[in-house]
């Protein structure tokens, strides 16, 4: 362990560099409440870098490429995995998050962080894994990422989980449940929200395009989506469908960051806050305009409607839960089958959670595999 001189001045390399590039606002790592279990601060790498590398090496982490976003791997091979969405949210987030000065390393670990609790099966295999799990408190993905960097991953043999720290699990925390009371979370934690909504707005429209599961020139019927090709027919000319439709996708990624960086940069000057803690006392909040948030409600219609609700994601979703509650059901009559890490989680919080929190952790390609050898 560090001496306190050894730990102060490790905390004050990083600390200068901050002060030189961060803004007042922004949750600087020397004023970060730390870690649940103490311990040496790294050379050269600070706190939150530190966290970000901790999920980005995580088994959790790297199972979202066998995770689907919206679509399934046997819909084809070109459209989002839940590992390329976190990707193309932690992009965004930290290129917002570097034009207003915040601490891109404190979004960067968020971003990777915020979908790793997904189940298999995306939202369908969510709403399953909640409905089996009623009694023994429901499941939610946001609540299941904090179980798994607080227990589930192994790092050292000293410390349950990835011992991140506090201000990282509070922004997880703050996902479980976005209408709590008290004061607003971090900038950055807000920024890692306002990113996934402008992530996910842009690469659905790509993917259910590219699926041919509606048209550009339907979706033309949602003015956001109306303006972004407004723009490319007047930039470019003669475009064949797939440059169409990468270079709508393109525009609706620029139009969205570039608004939300003129809004959010104008109310941040005009706020003046002096600390991170201010902010987050404040009514402001980090997000897009109030004119692009009500075209941004029309097109998450739109895609609610003719995109999620499509007769083949019905079907995959309905598959998906089935299997998700006999599967659930067959762990349950037969708890031997659980993995033996699950076995002994079930000794601390009951079968039904361990057998929710095996399912939770599968892979699409594992969970469906498993499911073949329990029952064909
Ligand atoms: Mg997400």
Known sequence: MDSSSERQMKLATNSIRETQILAPYAMHSCDSRGRQFLESEHPYRGPFQRDRDRILHSSAYRRLSGKMQVFTGRMGDYHRTRLTHTQE????????????????????????MHDIGHPPYGHAGEDALDEVAHDVGGFSHNQFALTIVQVLEIRSSDTPGLNLTHEVLEGQTARVDKQAKGPRPLL????????????????????????????????????????????????????????????????????????????????????????????????????????????????????????????????????????????YEAFLDDPAKLSPKHQDRANMVGLRRAVVEFIAGMTDHYCEELYHRLFD
């Open 89 to 112: 949210v932690a992009t965004i987030a930290r290129t917002i998050g570097r034009a207003l000065r915040l601490n891109e390393d404190l979004v960067e670990a968020l971003a990777l």
């Open 188 to 327: 950055e934690v807000q920024l890692v929200d306002a990113s996934d909504s402008t992530t996910y707005d842009a690469h659905d429209t790509d993917d259910a395009v590219k699926l041919g599961l509606v048209t550009l020139e339907e979706m033309a019927e949602v003015p956001l989506i109306a303006s972004c090709l407004a723009f490319v027919h007047s930039k470019y000319s003669q475009l064949n469908a797939k440059q169409l439709r990468k270079a709508v996708v393109h525009r609706l990624i620029d139009c969205q960051v570039t608004d939300m960086l003129a809004h959010c940069g104008q109310e941040l000057a005009r706020h003046d806050f002096q600390s991170a803690g201010e902010a987050t006392q404040s009514d402001f909040i980090i997000g897009p305009s109030p004119e692009l948030a009500a075209q941004k409600t029309e097109l998450e219609f739109f895609l609610h409607q003719r995109v999620y609700r499509h007769a083949d994601l019905v079907t995959v979703r309905r598959d998906a839960q089935q299997r998700i509650k006999s599967m």
